[in-house]
Structure formats: C-alpha cells, structure tokens
C-alpha cells in the first residue's frame, strides 16, 4: 500500500443546513406548503396562508395579501403562488410591538388608605 492510501482524514464534514439556502431577501414568490406542514420561510400553516391569500367572510371578499394562480390554458388547478412582498409588509404592519404606546398605558387609580 502506498501513504496516500493509508492516510484518512478526521476533520468532520460540514452540511449546511437546508434553509440556508434561503434567502428571503432574494425570495419573490411563495409557494404554498403542502397539506400539514408550515411554510419554510414565515412558519405559518397552509390554513393561514390560505386565509390571507384568497377572498373569503373575514376579509371582505378582498385578500390583505397578493397571489397568483399559474395554470395552463384549460386546467382546473394549478399553482399558487403568494407575493412575498405583500407578505411581509402585511405581517410587519401588524406586528405587535414589545411596548405599549404612550397614549394607551394604563394609569394606576391611587386607593384611599381609610374608610369613610
């Protein structure tokens, strides 16, 4: 045998993750998850996404969020696919904030030490 069949090498390998390869920044389009899982990029549900995307009772027939059906020329189904833009600006706008503003923080009502 020569060395350079005898030699092996006990650096571990390295895998990257598999949302590394995601980068929202980069991402225009979603595509919904499949039944039971959750988006890979906001964690929300099909159900959710389903729910801001088409119009429906809640949201007065007008979805908060853009989307785009692709399908060919006679088909009943196709692909849904959700703006990621609108997205995110509609989840950013309402996000709740860590603090409650200035104008609605509750005063504490002072209690009057004696009976009268």
Not at 42 to 48: D, E, F, Y
Request: hydrophobic fraction near 35%; include cysteine.
């Amino acid at each position: 045998m020569t060395k350079q069949e005898t030699e092996t090498t006990a650096a571990p390998i390295e895998v990257p993750p598999r949302s590394a390869s995601i980068n929202p920044p980069q991402v225009e389009f979603l595509r919904l998850p499949p039944v039971g899982q959750r988006c890979p990029i906001t964690g929300m549900s099909r159900a959710a996404l389903n729910g801001l995307i088409l119009p429906t009772e809640a949201n007065g027939g007008k979805p908060p969020i853009k989307s785009f059906c692709l399908r060919q020329r006679g088909a009943r189904t196709g692909i849904r696919l959700i703006s990621y833009e609108s997205l995110r600006n509609h989840i950013l706008a309402h996000a709740e904030g860590g603090a409650e503003p200035a104008d609605t923080l509750v005063t504490p009502i002072p209690i009057n030490g004696g009976g009268q």
